[in-house]
């Protein structure tokens, strides 16, 4: 009724009859645009779309918009931080789930819906399509799709084996076989070689069904260190030198430099020895040996010091 009086004062300005028109007029209602055309539905709608236009200057925003200043309209936002979540889409400024696939984070940004899907197309997938309804990778959705030739429509999975590839359980103990369109798995029989694809075992075969090592490679071995005196040795045969043993000698020249060829008491080589550390020094009372050199000496640790073995305990014989 109040807009119907306003045109009318309005004619009667023109008629010079002395009627003003209202100096504030309600403003005029907006139409609400579709931004997505008809994708609405699953957009972020924690934001309206509704822009009003007169912000800066005029009424502040209804709630839930914010004001663009360099427009002067009231959008629901400017930028990404507008948003609680999601991003601010740069043309129609509402809040969306996505608006790129780097907005996602996996999957693509469907280009009209605005929202994080599995997949838009057959290569999105790593495996299977992409099923046009829901927009996720499935195994098949027709005979072709499958290598085998028969997609089970029901649970949407390829059936059936075309190749003996196609039946890989990657387990290095079995035979994989496509045989009459199934898929047959066979036990290889103990001592058959396999490969457990460890860097750090070598020569494994089957056990009972399962691919067992018993040696290490040389690089994953834990590294041990031996003096002049020893050698390295493997003890638990697992291909790893894991101890140092004693190295057996006839001769000094075998022994490290500061060591030298023992013998126990009264052998003199008649048998092999083993090589042991010298002496620094002796602290036992004078015990007087012979030693294997035809020279006595004070005690056993002195002969040792000299790096001869004891013939027998008592001085040498003239």
Do not use: W
């Not at 608006?99 to 999957?107: F, I, L, N, R, V």
């Not at 058959?192 to 691919?211: K, R």
């Not at 003890?235 to 790893?240: P, S, V, W």
């Amino acid at each position: 009724m109040k807009k119907i009086i306003q045109t009318l004062c309005a004619l009667l300005l023109v008629l010079q009859a002395g009627c003003e028109p209202d100096p504030n007029p309600e403003p005029t209602p907006v139409d609400v645009p579709d931004v997505t055309e008809d994708t609405t539905d699953i957009m972020d709608t924690t934001d309206t779309s509704v822009i009003v236009t007169g912000c800066g200057s005029g009424p502040s925003c209804p709630a839930d918009l914010i004001c663009d200043e360099a427009r002067g309209q009231c959008v629901g936002c400017v930028e990404d931080g507008d948003c609680s979540k999601g991003v601010c889409h740069p043309v129609e400024q509402v809040c969306v789930t996505c608006y790129e696939d780097a907005d996602c984070t996996s999957g693509r940004c469907h280009p009209l819906a605005a929202i994080c899907v599995q997949c838009l197309e057959d290569d999105d997938c790593i495996e299977g399509v992409c099923d046009g309804q829901s927009l996720m990778c499935i195994g098949c959705l027709e005979d072709a799709d499958c290598e085998s030739g028969i997609c089970n429509t029901v649970t949407r999975s390829c059936v059936g084996c075309a190749s003996d590839d196609s039946c890989a359980d990657d387990d290095p103990c079995t035979k994989d076989a496509c045989e009459g369109g199934e898929c047959t798995y066979t036990t290889l029989p103990d001592g058959e070689s396999c490969d457990d694809e460890d860097p750090c075992t070598i020569e494994e075969t089957c056990v009972v069904g399962v691919c067992s090592a018993y040696l290490t490679a040389p690089d994953c071995c834990e590294p041990v260190t031996c003096d002049g005196n020893h050698t390295l040795t493997d003890t638990d045969g697992d291909g790893c030198d894991d101890a140092c043993a004693q190295n057996e000698c006839f001769e000094d020249d075998v022994c490290d430099k500061a060591g030298y060829c023992f013998f126990t008491p009264g052998a003199c080589s008649d048998v092999k020895g083993l090589c042991v550390k010298t002496p620094n020094g002796c602290k036992e009372q004078e015990a007087p040996v012979c030693g294997c050199d035809g020279v006595t000496y004070g005690s056993a640790c002195l002969a040792a010091m000299d790096k001869v073995s004891v013939a027998y305990e008592a001085p040498c014989e003239v």
